[in-house]
Each structure stands twice: as C-alpha cells, then as structure tokens.
T-cell receptor, first 112, second 115 residues
Framework: SQTIHQWPATLVQPVGSPLSLECTVE??????LYWYRQAAGRGLQLLFY??????ISSEVPQNLSASRPQDRQFILSSKKLLLSDSGFYLC???????????FGPGTRLTVT | AQKVTQAQTEISVVEKEDVTLDCVYE???????LFWYKQPPSGELVFLIR??????QNEISGRYSWNFQKSTSSFNFTITASQVVDSAVYFC????????????FGTGTRLLVSP
C-alpha cells in the first residue's frame, strides 16, 4: 500500500531564516506531487505541483520554492521566511490512473 | 475557472442527529470530478469519495451518503446518526478530467458533534 510521509511535524522558525520541508511517498512510482498551504481556519491553497522529476509548476508567486530531486521526494524551501509563511503545509500525491489526492500528515509552521 | 462554495462555516449537532453538509460548484468543463475530504483535529486530510460528473447516482457508505445533482450543481454530504468521532472540518473539491489533478477546494465546513 502507498504511504506518504512529511517532516518535520511542527516547526518554529524566526523571520528571515531558511526553510526546508520534505515529503516522500512509498509504494508507488511516478506519482503526481503537490504542496498545499492552509492558513488558520481557511481552505487549502495549492502552492506547487510536479508531474515528474525536476518538473515543478508554481501556482502562487511567493518567496517559496519547490524541488523534486527524486521520483518520490518533494521538497518545499525558502531562503528567508516571512511572518505570512506561517501555516499548515500539506503534501499530497495522486497516481497516473486515479484522480483523487492522498495527503500526508502535514507540517505546522510558525514563523516568529 | 472552477469554484466550490461551502456556505456553512460551522454546524453543531447533538450525537445521533442527521446532518447535511452543502457543496455547490461552478465549472465550464463537461467532464469533471467532485471530491469530499475529512480533516480531523490531527490535521491530515482523509479522502472520502470521488464522483464522476457522468455518474449522478447517489452513493451510500455506512452512515455517509452523497447526493449529486448536476441540475443544481450540488454535491451534498449527509451523515446519518452522527457520532462524536465525526467532528472535523469537511472539504468539498472539484477537479478536471485528467490523471493530473489541480483540485479546487471549498473553504470547508466545521462539524461539531456533541455527546
């Protein structure tokens, strides 16, 4: 069966510090991968998606970036965090033949 | 552009009551998919159901049922005999007809079930 992991689970970072969140998927190959952000009490905003290694599409212009160095690894990064980057970050995957997305446990980021 | 509206921000019920969560969508696509997800307090989104736009049959899964009506662009979710464990935020979403999905989510409905 497929499993999706995210780490860290929680993170408190000062403004201006760098960020690296990691997401890995097990039990499937060539998944579509997604990064979402959920601000407190709000819906999900798609940040990035990837259909293959090295292929990244951005949905929202911001100071975040994403990379996919391996087939089942998706990384969300920032060189300098802003207060507005605080939120709950969710990674998700979908297969090539199914349409639903499966989400990881999320990372709760607080920028202070 | 696609859009999902969940007008109910929060619903409170007492255990064993039935509750319906509303979802209204907008799309210009002739083929699309609709989804419901549950987000318990732990935060992880749990996939509940996917419905193809060509399949308007209602679906029942245990205490959960879904009513899809293209005529009103609605995909409502009913929980029968609610339980405390049903307390969560529920999201409705819409996606296109490709293996790669850019889902558009509604803002969610928080369901509080009290004993």
């Amino acid at each position: 069966s497929q499993t999706i992991h995210q780490w860290p689970a929680t993170l408190v970072q000062p403004v201006g510090s760098p960020l690296s969140l990691e997401c890995t998927v097990e039990g499937t190959s060539n998944p579509n991968l997604y990064w979402y952000r959920q601000a407190a009490g709000r819906g999900l905003q798609l940040l990035f998606y990837s259909v293959g290694i090295g292929q990244i599409s951005s949905e929202v212009p911001q100071n975040l970036s994403a990379s996919r160095p391996q087939d089942r690894q998706f990384i969300l990064s920032s060189k300098k965090l802003l207060l507005s980057d605080s939120g709950f970050y969710l990674c998700a995957w979908s297969g090539q033949a199914n349409y639903e997305q499966y989400f990881g446990p999320g990372t709760r980021l607080t920028v202070t | 552009a696609q859009k999902v509206t969940q007008a109910q921000t929060e619903i409170s019920v007492v255990e064993k009551e039935d509750v319906t969560l509303d979802c209204v969508y907008e799309t210009r696509d002739t083929t699309y998919y609709l989804f419901w997800y549950k987000q318990p307090p732990s935060g992880e989104l749990v996939f509940l159901i996917r419905r193809n736009s060509f399949d308007e049959q209602n679906e029942i899964s245990g205490r959960y049922s879904w009513n899809f009506q293209k005529s009103t662009s609605s995909f409502n979710f009913t929980i029968t005999a609610s339980q405390v464990v049903d307390s969560a935020v529920y999201f409705c979403a819409i996606g296109g007809n490709t293996g790669f999905q850019k889902l558009v989510f509604g803002t969610g409905t928080r369901l509080l079930v009290s004993p």
